[in-house]
């Protein structure tokens, strides 16, 4: 399967852990994406990244997210201490070489936080 | 006023019906244009490209209208797997913004 890979597929964290949510872009794709999903309601951007590089984190809070896809390896994003409100769905896209191209996703990680 | 902004749903609809959905974008320079289907609890999935001439796959079908800004998409001859939600996406130049509409859900019964 050449899709895009995410996991965990489910992770369950207490409040004050840290989370790791990785992501395999589809084989070519130079462009990764990440959004977020609260029950019943639409994507939210998070960020996008190029190798090695954060193009845009706009949609992304400012303290403990954080994001990276290095020049090997899976992107990966990075929650730290987590909340209760950090529950939600995490779908990692990718595109080929230009973020014009439509966008591929992963199956998502479900984060639960007790 | 929101950059994409779609048909408020939920719209049900009987098996066999013909449905449209609208959905409205505030860039005129948005260069490219999608619709995904979600199903519930899944990923998006990408279901066609919006191209300028208007395109069509099978039952569905997609217009661009520029000029008024907007991106329609038609199912005919609705099937009940049809049911998802219908996701507007629109990407902008001059750098990178690729903004997903909130979604419109869609229930086909029979």
């Known amino acids: 399967n050449a899709g895009v890979m995410q996991n965990p597929r489910h992770l369950v964290r207490r409040r004050g852990q840290e989370a790791r949510l990785r992501c395999s872009p589809m084989?070519?794709?130079?462009?990764v994406y990440w959004y977020r999903q609260l029950p019943e309601e639409g994507l939210k951007f998070m960020v996008y990244?190029?190798?090695?590089?954060?193009?845009?984190e706009s949609g992304m809070p400012k303290e403990r997210f954080s994001a990276e896809f290095p020049k090997e390896g899976p992107s990966i994003l990075r929650i730290q201490q987590v909340v209760r409100g950090d529950s939600a769905a995490y779908f990692c896209?990718?595109?080929?070489?230009?973020?014009?191209?439509?966008?591929?996703f992963g199956d998502g990680t479900r984060l639960s936080i007790l | 006023r929101k950059e994409v902004e779609q048909d408020p749903g939920p719209f049900n609809v009987p098996e066999g019906a013909t449905v449209a959905f609208n959905c409205t974008y505030s860039?005129?320079?948005?260069?490219?244009f999608f619709w995904y289907r979600q199903d519930c609890r899944k990923e998006p999935k990408l279901l066609m490209s919006?191209?300028?001439s208007g395109n069509e796959d099978g039952r569905f079908t997609a217009q661009l209208n520029r000029a008024s800004q907007y991106i329609s998409l038609l199912i005919r001859d609705s099937k009940l797997s049809d049911s998802a939600t219908y996701l507007c996406?629109?990407?902008?130049?001059?750098?990178?913004?690729?903004?997903f509409g909130a979604g419109t859900r869609l229930f086909v019964k029979a």
């Open positions: 896209a990718s595109s080929p070489d230009s973020h014009n191209q439509p966008q591929h």
């Open positions: 860039n005129s320079a948005s260069q490219s």
């Open positions: 990244l190029q190798k090695e590089n954060i193009i845009d």
């Open positions: 996406v629109v990407s902008n130049t001059g750098g990178f913004k690729t903004i």
């Open positions: 084989k070519g794709h130079s462009h």
């Open positions: 919006v191209y300028s």
